[in-house]
Structure formats: structure tokens, C-alpha cells
């Protein structure tokens, strides 16, 4: 538990914005296969910790990663494309929920506006909540337009406007940034839902609180976010969505 957690369980979000893989759909490891068979196909083998390094990192970047770290620059764009058929094809064919996932947003929905911020292509993302049965309860799906370098800390939204914004991928704070705006809350008033490192930094850096989902991080990991569980089924999270979270507005009824 991260050691500000009392501070997020006695607080109401406007909104709350879910990371995809990981958090709601259970595709970490189908990334971690599909890196394993996309490397095979070039018969390379996968550098050691590269699956925790690749954690949370856009396709494109984790492509060209995968060629700079097995000496093949010239293969990143090969290694991309084969990274995501794999993908897709591994989500198709067994697409899981993670623990809690669906009873947690089943709960949130109606509430207060639901999105998804996600470094996958919007297809991908689009596809993964509706055969998980989640898709109808978010009101937007913000994934990135661009793919640049490193993000330098302290770096806001890229320029234009909401319609026709450049989205960078996380670490960069955009997809929180514009997945806020389009809730219609400010940033410190919405909540991110995170399990990699690379997302938290992403909400932080937009301003959101977070809460972290999965296995146990280091410490240092932890206090980055704002309550740390390992399971959306946590009855500590479902109690503070009850209790913080307020039901939808009562419908107007008629009187004599």
C-alpha cells in the first residue's frame, strides 16, 4: 500500500480514467508472448529483463527497442509489425479479464465518467473492451497519435486543439491529460487506474491521483502512487467506491 493512501480513500474523483492492458484486460502476458514469437520469427533471442523493461511501453517504441537491444537496428519496423499481428491474434483467441476489473468498473459506471487512456492502437483497445463486455460503460477511448522520444519530465500536453491534438504515448502526460479534458474534469479532480510504472508517471505527470493495481511494486514504486492494491477486488477499493463515490442523481418525480 502506497503511503498516501489515507488521502485517496477519504477523497471523490469526478472522473476516473483506466489503463487498458493489464488493468481492465488481462494482456500483459499476451504482450509478453507476442515479443517472445516476434523475436523468434527473426531468430533472435530476447535480452535478459527485457520483459520488465518493455513493461508499460508503446508497441512502436517496444519494437525499436527490441531491434536496439539485439544489435538489428535495421529490423525495429519488422519487429513492430510482428509484434502487433501477434498480439492481436493471442487477445482474439483468449481474451481474459483481470480480477475485479469488471465488477469495479460495473460499479463506477453511471456514476461518474468512465474512460480508458492506453499506449495500444485504438482498434486493439477497442476490440479487448468489447469482447471483455466493458466497452458500452466508458465514455471515451484516448490512445496516442504520435510516437516520439523520451519524455522530459515536467513536459505538458503537445499544442493544438482537443479535436485535432498531438497525443504523445505514456511516459508523456497526454493521454491523461486529454482523457480528463474530455470528462469535462480538471486533472487533480480524476483518478487514473495503473499497473505499470510508465502509466503512473503518465497520470502524475497529467496531474491525476493514482491507484495502482498488481503484484506488490518496491516501496519506492508504491509511494509514487496514491494507493497501491493488488486487485481491483480489493475490498478496500470497492468499500471506498461505495462509501466516496456518489450514485447517480435521483430522476425528478412528479407531486400533487
Known amino acids: 500500500m ?10 471523490s474523483p469526478e472522473a476516473v480514467v483506466f489503463d487498458c492492458d493489464g488493468t481492465l484486460v488481462d494482456s500483459e502476458r499476451h504482450w509478453q508472448d507476442a515479443r517472445n514469437r516476434a523475436f523468434r520469427d527473426f531468430g533472435l533471442l530476447p535480452p ?8 508499460g511501453v508503446h508497441y512502436v517504441d517496444c519494437g525499436r527497442l527490441m531491434a536496439e537491444e539485439t544489435n538489428k537496428p535495421d529490423l525495429a519496423d519488422d519487429l513492430t509489425a510482428a509484434l502487433l499481428d501477434h498480439f492481436r491474434t493471442l487477445v482474439a483467441e483468449d481474451p481474459v479479464t483481470m480480477p475485479g476489473a469488471v465488477d469495479f468498473v460495473r460499479l463506477l459506471s453511471g456514476r461518474l465518467p468512465l474512460a ?9 483497445v477497442e476490440e479487448s ?4 463486455g466493458l466497452r458500452r460503460h466508458f465514455l471515451h477511448v484516448v490512445v496516442p ?22 497525443v504523445r504515448p505514456k511516459p508523456w502526460p497526454d493521454v491523461y491529460a486529454t482523457a480528463a479534458q474530455l470528462c469535462g474534469v480538471p486533472p487533480a479532480s480524476a483518478l487514473a487506474v495503473e499497473d505499470s510504472m510508465a502509466g503512473v508517471e503518465s ?18 514504486d508504491a509511494d ?12 478496500e477499493v470497492l468499500g471506498w467506491a461505495r462509501d466516496q463515490v456518489p450514485g447517480p442523481a435521483p430522476r425528478g418525480g412528479g407531486g400533487g
Open 129 to 132: 473492451l468489447g469482447r471483455a
Open 145 to 166: 497519435t504520435k510516437t516520439p522520444g523520451p519524455a522530459p519530465a515536467g513536459e505538458g500536453p503537445a499544442g493544438g486543439d482537443a479535436g485535432r491534438r498531438v
Open 203 to 220: 497520470a502524475r505527470r497529467a496531474g491525476l491521483r493514482v491507484l495502482g493495481v498488481g503484484p506488490a511494486p518496491s516501496r519506492e
Open 48 to 55: 535478459p529483463g527485457f520483459a520488465e523493461r518493455a513493461k
Open 2 to 11: 502506497a503511503a498516501r493512501s489515507h488521502s485517496l480513500l477519504g477523497w
Open 224 to 235: 509514487r502512487t496514491d494507493l497501491w492494491v493488488t486487485a481491483l477486488h480489493s475490498e
Open 116 to 124: 480508458v487512456a492506453s499506449n495500444c492502437p485504438e482498434e486493439v
